[in-house]
């Protein structure tokens, strides 16, 4: 079927969510379209705060907060854009406020803020209250809340559809063709459908899943992050992936920054606080990529608990009240998956991949870039963690995220629809569907005895994991390379089982591997080449920041043998680049 619209939001999270209500409010024809049911997108497990400089409990300044934002992210932020987050942060907390979300309160009833890694008072003097929560499940809340006012606003849902490809008018768009839809595929029944919009955002989440541990859900594999770059649209500092400190060991599952937050520590076999030796003023606050570095390097001195690959959270001495209602649901998961019981015992925790702070390049109001001179992509927008603003640099600040999503999210809902006021709706493309059709009947066509995807899946992760993890070097990038081109061949050639239609989630996992073959393997070639450390970038063999050679973003382009690389500068307004020390 062919259903037009004017905007197309593409992904139910906190940002897609934002942009359909602000749409919807302005009166444009939207339809939201999402692989997953709404409410199950990976913003409803986020924990532990979404932070603005309200100052409710303490002194606290805009300024204060995009300081932090850009020294958090090793000065590889754009600063205009870090400022747009800092500033806004604000009004969009206050909204949702508005909007009926239940935050933890004060006791005289301000909404109650926290602490958490990086986010300091006066230009990094001591850790600042500026977290908002609402327990340890902010980002369930802020789901719930968007979702009931889409619907109230008369948002079309369109659930347990993925997005397969995307649609130009004019040409590609690196020729200069602007966004006229989608095509997507219903789960149910497998079919395929056209969407024709003027406007169309990705808000497709991360893609945590190229990992072994991660905290990313199953859905998380960067379907339009890769779209994107098929269609010739550069990808951005895709070699800086996050990895959280506190992971359940073996399984990734997150324990939020919120339990260091509240005042929980870390400790090694000695039963020493070992961030005394690597961040002496902020200590278990300081930004996720020193803490987690830290973490291995104890590990590799042998002081991991029993000379093994994890450490300890400790929480015990925050009493049974913090913990019940602060940390609820973060400690009923140690209880529940690694039969641990935080009131009197320490949690065993090692990191977990987290976070991309890459993705899909856009300016400001949201709107998709194609070059170093930052040329529009008219009608194409991206936000929330698929998109690269820059607001998180080298390494993303904890509850910086959540905020990128609703100040992001707003504007690309207000950007889409001055410009779909402005434009024609582009009319259908003849045989849109064909060559997602052709390349599903190809899987389909070959016979079943060939390499599933879970088996080629499960060695990307090993892979990524292992060499393309919190330390890297030349060597272990290069075999990384190597591996991930075989990988490609071999995905190439893949089978499966099931040749039928009906919610054929085989089908969808082959392709959503090769969607995480293209972004590893961008991730891969973007690391190799730089040869520096910078926030979650980390060489052994080029253990220095290199502001001289590389203070600039990466842009990978498609090219017939894997990625070319380009580069493009970062935009500095207000604060040059230090040293960063914590
Ligand atoms: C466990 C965990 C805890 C976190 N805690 C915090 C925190 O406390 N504070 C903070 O700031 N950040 C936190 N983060 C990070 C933050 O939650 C995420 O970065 C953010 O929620 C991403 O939101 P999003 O709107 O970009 O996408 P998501 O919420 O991931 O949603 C992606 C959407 O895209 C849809 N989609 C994807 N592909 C397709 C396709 N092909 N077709 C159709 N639809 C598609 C999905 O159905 C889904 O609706 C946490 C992350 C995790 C994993």
């Known amino acids: 079927m062919d259903y037009p619209f004017d905007a197309i939001v593409v992904g139910a999270g906190g940002a897609g969510l934002w942009a359909a209500l602000e749409l919807a409010r302005e009166g444009v024809n939207t339809a939201v379209l999402t692989k997953l049911y709404p409410t199950r997108s990976h913003t409803g497990t986020a924990q532990g705060g979404v932070c603005a400089a309200l100052g409710n409990l303490e002194e606290d300044h805009w300024e204060w907060h995009m300081f932090d934002t850009v020294k958090g992210g090793d000065y590889l932020v754009d600063q205009d854009a870090a400022e747009v987050l800092a500033r806004e942060a604000i009004e969009t907390v206050i909204e949702l406020e508005h909007m009926g979300l239940p935050f933890n309160r004060t006791p005289d009833g301000k909404i109650d803020q926290r602490r958490f890694g990086g986010h300091t008072?006066?230009?990094?003097?001591?850790?600042?209250?500026?977290?908002?929560?609402?327990?340890?499940?902010?980002?369930?809340?802020i789901l719930q809340t968007l979702y009931q006012q889409c619907i109230k606003h008369g948002?079309?849902?369109?659930?347990?559809?993925?997005?397969?490809?995307?649609?130009?008018?004019?040409?590609?768009?690196?020729?200069?063709?602007?966004?006229?839809?989608?095509?997507?595929?219903?789960?149910?029944?497998?079919?395929?459908?056209?969407?024709?919009?003027?406007?169309?955002?990705?808000?497709?989440?991360?893609?945590?899943?190229?990992?072994?541990?991660?905290?990313?859900?199953?859905?998380?594999?960067?379907?339009?992050?890769?779209?994107?770059?098929?269609?010739?649209?550069?990808?951005?500092?895709?070699?800086?992936?996050?990895?959280?400190?506190?992971?359940?060991?073996?399984?990734?599952?997150?324990?939020?920054?919120?339990?260091?937050?509240?005042?929980?520590?870390?400790?090694?076999?000695?039963?020493?606080?070992?961030?005394?030796?690597?961040?002496?003023?902020?200590?278990?606050?300081?930004?996720?990529?020193?803490?987690?570095?830290?973490?291995?390097?104890?590990?590799?001195?042998?002081?991991?608990?029993?000379?093994?690959?994890?450490?300890?959270?400790?929480?015990?001495?925050?009493?049974?009240?913090?913990?019940?209602?602060?940390?609820?649901?973060?400690?009923?998961?140690?209880?529940?998956?690694?039969?641990?019981?935080?009131?009197?015992?320490?949690?065993?925790?090692?990191?977990?991949?987290?976070?991309?702070?890459?993705?899909?390049?856009?300016?400001?109001?949201?709107?998709?870039?194609?070059?170093?001179?930052?040329?529009?992509?008219?009608?194409?927008f991206a936000a929330g963690e698929c998109a690269c603003v820059s607001v998180h640099g080298a390494n993303r600040l904890g509850t910086n995220s959540l905020?990128?999503?609703?100040?992001?999210?707003?504007?690309?809902?207000?950007?889409?629809?001055?410009?779909?006021?402005?434009?024609?709706?582009?009319?259908?493309?003849?045989?849109?569907?064909?060559?997602?059709?052709?390349?599903?009947?190809a899987i389909r066509a070959r016979p079943s005895s060939g390499e599933s995807a879970a088996a080629i899946r499960t060695e990307l992760q090993a892979e990524m994991m292992d060499n393309v993890g919190v330390y890297r070097d030349g060597k272990l990038l290069t075999a990384a390379l190597a591996k991930v081109r075989e990988l490609e061949a071999r995905h190439d050639r893949i089978s499966i089982t099931d040749c039928g239609s009906v919610f054929n989630t085989e089908l969808i996992e082959a392709r959503e591997l090769g969607y995480l073959l293209d972004i590893a393997h961008v991730t891969v070639s973007s690391a190799l080449a730089r040869t520096e450390s910078r926030g979650a970038h980390s060489r052994e063999d080029y253990p220095e920041r290199d502001d001289k050679k590389w203070l600039k973003h990466t842009l990978a382009y498609r090219g017939t043998d894997g990625p070319t690389l380009r580069y493009k500068d970062v935009s500095i307004t207000r604060f040059e680049p230090k040293p960063r020390t914590y």
Do not use: W
């Open 121 to 141: 008072s006066n230009y990094g003097e001591a850790p600042v209250r500026r977290a908002c929560f609402a327990a340890d499940r902010t980002g369930h809340m």
């Open 155 to 380: 948002v079309r849902f369109f659930d347990e559809f993925g997005v397969v490809d995307l649609l130009f008018d004019g040409g590609e768009p690196g020729a200069g063709g602007r966004a006229a839809g989608v095509v997507a595929q219903r789960l149910a029944d497998g079919e395929l459908h056209t969407f024709r919009a003027k406007a169309v955002l990705l808000a497709t989440g991360g893609f945590g899943r190229m990992f072994r541990i991660t905290s990313n859900a199953h859905s998380l594999t960067g379907d339009g992050v890769a779209l994107c770059y098929r269609h010739g649209i550069p990808l951005q500092d895709m070699e800086f992936f996050q990895f959280h400190p506190t992971g359940i060991v073996g399984i990734g599952i997150l324990l939020s920054e919120a339990a260091r937050g509240e005042g929980g520590t870390l400790l090694n076999d000695l039963g020493e606080r070992f961030m005394e030796r690597y961040a002496p003023k902020l200590m278990e606050l300081a930004p996720r990529d020193m803490v987690s570095r830290a973490m291995y390097q104890e590990i590799r001195a042998g002081r991991g608990i029993g000379g093994k690959d994890y450490l300890y959270l400790d929480v015990r001495h925050l009493g049974r009240k913090v913990i019940e209602e602060k940390l609820p649901d973060i400690t009923d998961f140690a209880r529940i998956y690694q039969g641990v019981e935080p009131l009197t015992e320490p949690v065993p925790v090692q990191p977990t991949a987290h976070y991309a702070m890459g993705g899909i390049p856009t300016n400001v109001s949201a709107e998709v870039t194609r070059d170093e001179k930052s040329t529009v992509v008219p009608g194409l």
């Open 403 to 441: 905020v990128d999503l609703l100040v992001f999210g707003r504007r690309a809902g207000r950007q889409m629809a001055r410009y779909a006021g402005g434009v024609e709706r582009p009319r259908p493309i003849p045989n849109a569907v064909e060559p997602v059709r052709a390349e599903l009947e």
